[in-house]
């Protein structure tokens, strides 16, 4: 990798293409498939080429044309089964926060605490404390 900080340019493209054809949990693709609606072919593949890339190299112009076409028409169908995938997390990610909840019952005259959230005005900055209280409860 690097030794300094310096030259974080040169390395700044191939972090980029790693982040690119990773598959995100969230939509279980790749961001380069959900663009270009076919997967990325990897510097690796071109030097040592696998079997796609032997398979298109031996295809005529038309028969390569007529394929990219048809990869096209399928980028849409691609995106749907992505939104799927991503509403199915998203169901999961809310039933495990729902596991973990905790109902609270509050009753007159029982003492609780305020938590005060950073985009509020009572914020003081992040040594201060995230609490206010106790406040007594008078009515449920």
């Known amino acids: 990798m690097i030794d300094n900080h310096r030259g974080w340019h040169e390395m700044l ?17 790749t961001s380069y ?20 890339i032997i398979k298109e190299t031996e ?7 007529h394929k990219q076409i048809d990869q096209l028409t399928l980028i849409d169908e691609k995106r749907m089964v ?3 995938h991503g509403q199915l997390y998203q169901q999961r ?24 959230f950073p985009h509020q005005d009572e914020y003081k900055g992040k040594f201060a404390p995230n609490w206010q209280g106790p406040y007594m409860v008078r009515k449920v």
């Open 13 to 29: 493209p191939y972090a980029l293409l790693g982040y690119r054809t990773t598959v995100r949990t969230s939509v279980g693709a």
């Open 33 to 52: 498939l959900l663009v270009y609606g076919t997967e990325a072919v990897i510097p690796t593949e071109v030097e040592i080429p696998s079997l796609r």
């Open 59 to 65: 295809l005529s112009d038309a028969e390569w044309v």
């Open 82 to 84: 992505v939104v799927c």
């Open 93 to 116: 990610m809310i039933h495990a926060f729902h596991k973990k909840l905790r109902a609270r019952i509050f009753e007159i005259a029982q003492l609780v605490l305020k938590r005060i």
